[in-house]
Each structure stands twice: as C-alpha cells, then as structure tokens.
C-alpha cells in the first residue's frame, strides 16, 4: 500500500490525475489537496509516500511547499507538476529532492512512467528495509 497526494489548484486537473493513477496503479491510495497549504495540513495526516505537486498555485507555490513539507517529512517523493516549462522551476526543484517532473498536459504513457518509476523506487527502499530487520 502506497499513499500518494495530488496537490493542484484546478479541479479537473486533480480529478483527472487521480482517475489515471487509480486506473494504473490500483494499490495506491490517493488523496487530493487544491493548494500548497492543504497540502502541508494532509502531509501530516495522511502521510503520504508521493506528492505530485502543482508548482503554480495561488497563496504559496508548490516549491515553497514543498520546502516546509520537507522540514517534517524528509522520506516524501515529490514529483512537480507544471505547464511552465521554466529552468529557473526544474533547477529549483533539483535543489529540493524533486524525484521528478511533469509537463502539462501530460501524456498517458509520461504519467505512468514517472509514477511507476518512483513507485518502484519505494518498493525496493521498502523491500531492503525488511531485509534489514528481519
């Protein structure tokens, strides 16, 4: 079981995002935030393991909250989400951990790329922890 939070100020992005991922990955369990706040609020609770995270959001972007999130839960993997495709956002990213990046509108086969390969990077993390404490 995996935990995944989609975080993006317009709806139809959120819902659409969460029915591809559901479709794809069955395990996950998915839980949706309109804005950096929010998400900062649900990390503590749900506790997921992904973010997808939206960088432009009214408020506080998603890189700020991705910053503040970061300060509690240092194991989070976060993959942006944008329609800017901007260096001074990719580099910016870079320096916070960002696993990886998204480029609205993004295609089917992108999104199930990405999310399966960080998917797969928590199995194996999870995978050796046991091995560690068995």
Do not use: H, W
């Amino acid at each position: 079981m995996i935990k995944l939070l989609i975080v993006d100020d317009e709806q139809i992005e959120r819902d659409a995002m969460k029915a591809i991922l559901q479709r794809s990955f069955p395990q996950l369990i998915i839980e949706l935030a309109k804005n950096g706040k929010i998400a900062i609020e649900k990390s503590q609770v749900f506790k997921p393991d992904v973010m997808l995270m939206d960088i432009k959001m009214p408020g506080m972007s998603g890189l700020e909250a991705i910053e503040r999130i970061s300060e509690d839960s240092s194991n989070i993997k976060f993959i942006m989400v944008t329609a800017y495709d901007s260096y001074d956002y990719a580099r910016s990213a870079i320096k916070l951990g960002v696993r990886d990046y998204l480029l609205k509108p993004s295609k089917l086969s992108e999104i199930k790329e990405i999310v399966g390969k960080v998917l797969n990077e928590i199995e194996i993390e999870r995978s050796k922890m046991n091995q560690f404490t068995n």
